[in-house]
């Protein structure tokens, strides 16, 4: 069972107070908190109050929801109402949403306490948190390490015992490589999944919000407890996947796990070892492994360096200071949008919207974001002939542990290597989730990750749970 | 910054060399169409609260400098 | 009527962006009114904030199936798109709309005269917010201290529209208007009230020798009325082919129509005009309209004006083209005369009344049908003159209804029998000799002299159409 799930038993049943859960969340948030700065805004009297009222619900006799009273962060680009949502950016700093993102909604009803909103890459553009206007997360692992990104914070407080779970979003792997890089798991579930109403958009067709965990048991709940339609929300699937609970005991027994031959190169060696090593686990514990390709896989990259930013760029477009956010003033609306824009926006984000704007452009469209469209579909295509002969995938989560501060800040390419493994599952829309799985380097933990098709959340935290079961 | 632009966009020439003939291009990841909503009015935003957040509200309007642009 | 000016024809195509009769916007359930204080229909989606997320509503997507429906449009599966630029009123930066793939294409619209004009596409789109500019002259950017912007429009649903470049004079340009405006009006897509902003023209204007290929383009703006669109159409060709006999080139440009001054100006070059960067709207789905739903739309959509008209003139014998036909169909009130028939009232003589004396009445008048239908019976039979109808005609609208006899005994109101007449045409024609014999040598207009003085000596009471028929009847 989930420490979580148990946690939220305790809390409803009145054996445990949830006044005294988050009091000793709140004090290792106190302990090293300064060290690791994966919080952009800790909200103790808030949660107090909060765990107060779920303990009043109880002694009076109700039930406070299945996440009752368990300490949660929240990624600082989910809408909290009347909360400062910064998106770690200089040009929404100080900004209050006016309303709840459907997530927090749903969290509320279900008796979570929020802790704090997290630090991330701005605008949730990056792989290491370094991108941050406020400065970067640490990882709680190795605090001379990245914790990964774009999700970091809300990776490094789950890591660090901040808050028993976390929420973050993944547009490319923003969820998966930093819950490799902290050794917990994280999970991007199938788009369209869990509603984006809320969530502030970077890359609207890839973006999903997901779950951070210390176990497999509690993402799942975790995950239970947001995903389902939203009519706010045109893309979210009318009926999504049943109750997890029964895929986590079920076992790996006839499940066919495609490892895929033509993966692209560049994971390092230790990273490869754990890998394997998993591939071994399942398949001791009785599942078929089958090799698979997806030849498209590799181009991946590519097409998400354009179609990402083009949709960025558009989506980031309405930071102009007329309504919200920073405002630098100017003779004339243009130069207004030009200043505010230059002061707001940090060096990866007005990278990527001028990368954007070009893909997008008079002339360039078809040999840029038209064509990366195309290559998506090949890449859905193939994953779909590739899942006729397995029921899940593996691959690195990530292709090297924590890395050094610094260590890929000089060329911008480098950190989007980052993302070669976890990218091609946004753009064909499906889940993925990354599962520690030992240590590589540097006794830094090792993520796996599993694929699954669109709405494959079942057999995918069937595997999980069996990784999980063997990982030790 | 544009000298970037280029290398990276160097980098995205691997996608050159695959035969995109007759391949659909794909904007949705999950086929859903026909998503509609009642005409029916919700309760919206209070103004007061909206302006409070604003960089120059006006008494009951968003103030911005002149719009350039136009001579008209 | 044909246009021409030097030798050119004008070549004119006609956008117009019509805002649907809803009751919440086309993305979210703000409401959709017009007049309320501003920024007080506002909601996240409204504001373009982080986070919101747009929802397409039913209703708007029927009425603009009507409006596909009520111009022959073939209605396709289509996708949305964002077509973005920056401009305050704007608050995504982007405008969703329809590009490559819209709901409506392929249609026409039969002008009342029978000349057939192309409609290309109609499709759906958000409308802005408003801005006003403080400290400029006449309330005009130019020299503006600072402006104000109302997100109460932004998001409104929008219908665009756009004909294809087949209209060839400011006449036809005019009629384009009235008809569209009568249609919207007709099948309840819009009220379409161009002096409320409801319905919005720009008109695109080139000039040519006939045969030749199409000019060079301008595009206008501001033109607030119909008798506006003619104007400035006749304006701006005359323009361009004065440049042209002139030896210079028509600039592609957007130009704003001033109808104080009666011209044309320089808004903006089309050179620096924006790139809107399209690309398809990932925050919607598809809409595909099944065969099922199309169906039913276009079974619930009121008859059109054209129809209408055609019926009302069959009833009343009169021309469907008619200015009688066209503004009581126009009202609305073409239902009411055919109730008037229906209850036995004349045809003819209804129409007339309606068209005459209810322009302030609603669609619905007050006045019961029965009540003009005994009106007219009692002007067909002869038992009042033509004048004294019109004033019983007059009371009974002010009252709301009446009963005409009584009305008519009240005032002492009754026809002259005709033996009468014949005895007052004697003593006229005896009174004015020559007038008479004017009149008998072919002058019309000396009959005038003689129905007067009758008129006179029967203090009003004589019809003048029976004197007149009498007048003819004698001269022989």
């Known amino acids: 069972m989930g420490r979580a799930v148990e946690l939220a038993a305790g809390v409803r049943s009145g054996e445990v107070r949830a006044a005294d859960v988050v009091e000793g969340y709140l004090s290792a948030i106190d302990a090293r908190e300064a060290e690791v700065h994966a919080f952009n805004l800790v909200l103790a009297d808030a949660a107090r109050e909060r765990a107060a009222a779920i303990d009043a619900v109880v002694a009076s006799g109700g039930d406070p929801g299945p996440l009752a009273g368990v300490p949660v962060a929240l990624k600082d680009n989910l809408c909290t109402r009347g909360v400062p949502t910064t998106c770690s950016s200089k040009i929404l700093d100080g900004w209050r949403p006016p309303y709840d993102a459907t997530v927090v909604e749903r969290l509320a009803a279900a008796g979570a306490v929020v802790v704090g909103k997290t630090n991330l890459d701005e605008f949730a553009m990056g792989s290491s948190t370094e991108n941050s206007a406020f400065g970067p997360t640490r990882n709680p692992l190795d605090v001379s390490r ?55 958009a970077f890359a609207s067709s890839l973006d999903q919000i997901g779950p951070f965990a210390n176990d497999v048991a509690d993402a799942a709940l975790l995950l239970e407890s947001i995903a389902g339609h939203d009519p706010g929300d045109s893309t979210s699937i009318p009926e999504v996947f049943p109750s997890l609970g029964a895929s986590l005991r079920a076992g790996v027994e006839g499940v066919r796990i495609g490892r895929i031959s033509d993966l692209p190169a560049g994971a390092d060696a230790d990273v490869e070892a754990r890998l394997e090593a998993a591939f071994e686990a399942l398949a001791a514990a009785g599942a078929e492994i089958v090799d698979v390709e997806v030849p498209a896989f590799t181009y991946g990259l590519t097409a998400y360096y354009l179609i990402a930013p083009a949709e960025a760029s558009s989506n980031l477009a309405r930071y102009d200071g007329v309504r919200f956010g920073l405002r630098v003033d100017a003779a004339d609306t243009n130069a207004m949008y030009t200043a505010t824009r230059s002061a707001g926006f940090g060096d990866e984000v007005q990278r990527r919207i001028m990368l954007g704007t070009y893909a997008l452009s008079a002339g360039y469209y078809d040999a840029y974001y038209g064509k990366a469209l195309k290559v998506r579909r090949l890449i859905a295509d193939d994953f779909a002939r590739a899942y006729e002969r397995c029921d899940v995938m593996l691959t690195p989560a990530s292709p090297s542990v924590a890395f050094p501060f610094g260590s890929k800040t000089a060329d911008p390419f480098a950190m989007y290597l980052c993302d070669t493994y976890t990218i091609p599952s946004n753009l064909a829309g499906h889940p993925a989730m990354s599962v520690p799985f030992g240590s590589g380097a540097d006794d830094l933990p090792v993520g796996v990750q599993v694929l699954a098709p669109a709405l494959g959340e079942p057999v995918m935290f069937q595997v999980a749970a069996e990784l999980e079961r063997r990982a030790s | 910054m544009t000298s970037q632009l280029d290398d990276m966009l160097g980098h995205f020439a691997d996608i050159d060399a695959l035969d995109l003939d007759g391949v659909e291009p794909m904007t949705q990841p999950y086929p859903l169409v026909n998503v509609l909503r009642d005409d029916t009015v919700a309760p919206g935003l209070d103004r007061d609260e909206v302006l409070a957040a604003a960089p120059d509200p006006d008494s009951d309007r968003f103030r911005v400098p002149p719009i350039l642009g136009l001579d008209g | 009527m044909t246009w021409t000016h030097e030798g050119f024809e004008m070549v004119v195509g006609l956008e117009v962006h019509v805002e649907l009769a809803t009751n919440t916007k086309l993305f979210s359930a703000s409401p959709n009114r017009f007049g309320d204080e501003p920024n007080t229909n506002i909601d996240p989606v409204t504001l373009g904030l982080p986070g919101a997320l747009p929802v397409l509503n039913r209703r708007a997507v029927e009425l603009a199936m009507r409006i596909g429906l009520a111009l022959g449009c073939e209605i396709r599966p289509c996708v949305f798109a964002r077509k973005n630029y920056f401009y305050p009123d704007m608050p995504k930066a982007y405008q969703i709309s329809q590009y490559d793939q819209p709901l409506n294409v392929d249609g026409s619209l039969t002008l009342p005269d029978g000349t057939v004009i192309g409609v290309e596409r109609a499709h759906l789109e958000e409308d802005t917010g408003k801005s006003t500019h403080v400290g400029g002259a006449g309330g005009r950017i130019h020299g503006s201290e600072a402006s104000l912007i109302d997100f109460n429009r932004a998001g409104v649903p929008l219908v665009e529209i756009v004909s294809r470049p087949d209209i060839r004079s400011p006449e036809q340009a005019r009629a384009y208007v009235a008809e569209l405006r009568s249609i919207l009006a007709a099948i309840g897509a819009s009220d379409a009230k161009m002096e409320e902003g409801s319905m919005r023209v720009d008109a695109n204007v080139s000039v040519r020798r006939p045969g030749e290929p199409f000019g060079t383009r301008c595009e206008i703006k501001n033109l607030n009325s119909v008798r506006s669109v003619g104007r400035a159409v006749d304006y701006e060709g005359r323009r361009q082919v004065d440049l042209i006999s002139v030896g210079e080139v028509v600039r592609q440009e957007t130009r704003h129509w001033d109808e104080t001054d009666g011209r044309t100006h320089t808004l903006r070059t089309k050179e620096d005009a924006d790139d809107y960067r399209y690309f398809p709207e990932p925050d919607l789905v598809p809409l595909a309209p099944s065969d099922e739903w199309i169906a039913e739309v276009r079974a619930s959509m009121p008859p059109l004006p054209s129809a209408r008209r055609a019926c009302l003139a069959e009833a009343t014998g009169q021309d469907a083209v008619s200015e009688a036909v066209s503004t009581v169909v126009d009202r609305g009130q073409d239902d009411y005369v055919h109730a008037v028939v229906a209850a036995g009232g004349d045809a003819a003589r209804a129409l007339i009344a309606v068209k005459e004396a209810f322009a302030d009445e609603p669609a619905s008048p007050r006045v019961p049908a029965e009540d003009l239908a005994v009106l007219t019976q009692m002007e067909v039979a002869g038992e009042v003159t033509s004048t004294q109808a019109k004033t019983l005609l007059a009371e009974i609208v002010a009252a709301g209804g009446g009963d005409a006899r009584a009305l008519a005994a009240a005032k002492g109101f009754e026809a002259m029998d005709t033996s009468e007449l014949e005895s007052m045409v004697d003593d006229a024609i005896a009174a004015q000799p020559d007038a008479w014999a004017k009149f008998c040598a072919g002058e019309a207009k000396a009959m005038g002299a003689i129905v007067g003085h009758i008129m006179k000596a029967s203090k009003g009471q004589a019809d003048g159409k029976a004197v007149s028929a009498i007048l003819d009847a004698r001269r022989g």
């Open chain 1, 146 to 200: 990245v914790p990964g990104g774009s999700s970091g914070g809300s990776a490094a407080a789950v890591a660090a015992g901040f808050a028993e779970v976390s929420l973050g979003s993944d547009t490319g792997g923003s969820i998966r490589q930093p819950a490799a890089l902290c050794g917990v798991i994280g999970v991007k579930p199938t788009y369209g999944a869990v509603s984006r109403h809320g969530l502030v």
